[in-house]
């Protein structure tokens, strides 16, 4: 009987069409179902990522602007390649690169022209920064501090 | 628990109920002699989809897991199709292969989840790929870039590709210190990628396997653009000038002294020579159309009579019996898994070095074998990553599953070196 019932279903076009068709449907809503979870992790990673950095952010306080720490290397320069952009000519395109390890953030000089401070000392080597410390990039100088965390309620 | 505090039923269930209706697809519109036929590759793909949700819920943690389900979702379906090629039955040996490459992404990702880690390990990797060169050169038959053991057949040049991107992500380490050669300045590190990429396709030359060679070229000129711009690159005009004309000149070479059956490949008219050199690609474009958008059913098509329907033609072969909507998706599917990285960004430079690299060989690969296939390029041979049989290459495929997944779920810890304690501290010590 079962077998019979398929039979004709199999001979029949329309049928066949409508069974793909639902195919193609599934197929497409676990695309979009996987693209919207990936996006929820999103913001999840990015909570940790908070963690790993620290909360830390840098505060460029001529500007009045907050610049967020995103990656575990972040490249300092007036060169459009790099990861925090200051158009200004006291600072080389590739002027100093920020590291994060264990939650310490450290900045390194990359033989810029015009040197990198930190607390007004110029640095030779990689320099661990602590919370609200001057960074002078040239003659551009923000400040490294912890970001307000919102209150949970 | 899972480690992020999200709830994934609803990306299992979407798994599930996808391969339940393919497999429904299959008994209603299949090639099959009794509902037995069905059964055990029900039973399995349904099976893994629960036991590997299950391994993940309670056995596993880490931070993302879209790539998971993504990569689960493709296995369950490349399996029903490979099951379905020439009748409905079940592909033991692509299920088994299927399983290997979920326990090798499992180790790709553990592998290269820490960059400060597998950084400090890269002589490591220098040395497996000379064993691999070396294997290919000594215990490949002559001209063949394959190693049969047994009723095994391993291609060694399969493994190459997750090792060769592996180096090129660990070349970011001693980027500062660049020399001026010539004209550029490179870095040792530069220089050295540079080489092995060298006698990789000097290998590749010599065992006649120039469809891979696209694929390593991929892999070598994003990690190359990735080390100029890196900080203190000097991504100037005379740069970029340089590497095309270099670039230029070895494609020319390369197509001119290239032998005689690549060549013959490259001017051959498909349609005047259906019995020659055409023949796979002329059946698998008829089969393309006589598939339709819908296919002509699970099993029912007639292209798994001809050489490597399962494998370099694999996408007609699906298009054929699922219809291009259905083969499009799988694509898409495909697509998907390599563009996560995209939502979901690395956050240092080795990661985005590694997931360029893998998203570079996987879409070089996949490109290959469809548009070789669809005669848009010379056919070349290649297989579609997790979708086409093949044991050596669905291992490096969930061994670069396991990388791109390791740039979404990366760990930053660092080991402290242990400082030795001084004489004064540890009598401090003892008194306490």
């Not at chain 2, 296995?75 to 040996?93: H, N, T």
């Not at chain 2, 360029?356 to 990553?385: E, Y």
């Amino acid at each position: 009987m079962l077998e019979n019932i398929l039979e004709f279903l199999q001979g029949n076009a329309i049928f066949s069409i409508c069974i793909s068709a639902v195919v193609v449907i599934f197929i497409t809503a676990s695309i979009f179902t996987m693209f919207n979870h990936a996006q929820e992790e999103k913001r999840v990673e990015q909570l940790r990522w908070n963690k790993v950095s620290a909360h830390m952010a840098l505060y460029d306080l001529s500007r009045r602007l907050v610049i967020p720490l995103e990656a575990d290397e972040i490249l300092v320069g007036r060169h459009g390649a790099a990861d925090i952009r200051f158009p200004d000519m006291s600072v080389s395109r590739y002027h100093a690169v920020l590291y994060v390890s264990n939650g310490i953030w450290s900045v390194m000089d990359l033989d810029s022209k015009s040197g990198t401070f930190v607390n007004g000392r110029k640095i030779r080597s990689q320099v661990k920064l602590k919370d609200s410390d001057e960074i002078r990039f040239g003659d551009k100088a923000v400040v490294i501090r912890e970001r307000r965390r919102r209150k949970h309620v | 628990m899972y480690k992020n505090g999200l709830s994934y039923a609803r990306c299992t269930a979407v798994v599930l109920l996808t391969h339940i209706v393919m497999l429904a697809a299959i008994l209603l519109r299949g090639n099959y002699e009794t509902l037995r036929d069905i059964v055990p590759l029900g039973v399995v793909v349904l099976g893994l989809d629960l036991v590997y949700t299950v391994i993940l819920r309670f056995f596993y943690k880490q931070m993302t897991y879209t790539m998971d389900f993504f990569l689960l979702l493709l296995l369950g379906i490349s399996v029903i199709f490979q099951s379905c090629f020439g009748g409905i039955g079940f592909a033991l040996k692509h299920q088994i292969t299927c399983i290997i490459a979920l326990v090798m992404c499992q180790v790709g990702f553990l592998l290269t989840r820490n960059h400060v880690w597998i950084q400090s390990k890269k002589k490591i990797l220098y040395i497996i790929l000379g064993v691999l060169i070396l294997s290919i050169l000594f215990l490949t038959g002559s001209r063949s870039m394959w190693i049969t053991i047994g009723s095994i057949s391993i291609q060694p040049s399969e493994f190459m590709k997750p090792v060769f991107v592996l180096i090129c992500a660990t070349s970011i380490r001693e980027q500062h210190e660049k020399k001026k050669i010539l004209f550029f300045y490179v870095s040792r590190e530069m220089l050295v990628m540079t080489g092995a990429f060298i006698i990789i396709a000097g290998l590749q030359w010599w065992c006649r396997d120039l469809g891979s060679l696209p694929i390593f070229a991929a892999a070598y000129i994003c990690a190359l653009v990735c080390r100029l711009c890196y900080p203190k690159a000097k991504f100037s005009k005379k740069t970029i000038i340089g590497i095309s004309a270099i670039g230029a000149v070895v494609v020319i070479a390369a197509l001119k002294f290239a032998p005689g059956y690549v060549q013959d490949r490259l001017s051959v008219d498909i349609w005047n020579q259906m019995e020659g050199n055409g023949y796979q690609q002329c059946k698998a474009l008829i089969a393309l159309a006589e598939g339709g958008l819908f296919g002509k059913g699970p099993g029912c098509g007639s292209l798994y009579q001809v050489f490597a329907s399962d494998t370099d033609i694999v996408f007609s072969t699906i298009c054929e019996e699922w219809g291009f909507l259905v083969g499009l998706l799988t694509i898409l599917i495909l697509m998907g898994m390599l563009l996560l990285p995209m939502i979901n960004k690395p956050r240092s430079y080795f990661h985005t070095t590694m997931i360029l690299g893998v998203v570079a060989v996987m879409i070089v690969q996949m490109g290959l074998n469809i548009f070789g296939s669809c005669n848009l390029i010379p056919f070349t041979g290649v297989t579609i990553p997790f979708i086409s049989q093949g044991g050596s290459s669905m291992i490096t495929c969930g061994f670069l599953a396991g990388m791109l997944k390791a740039g979404q779920s990366p760990v930053f810890r660092k080991t402290e070196p242990k400082l030795k304690k001084t004489r004064t501290e540890n009598r401090k010590a003892a008194v306490v």
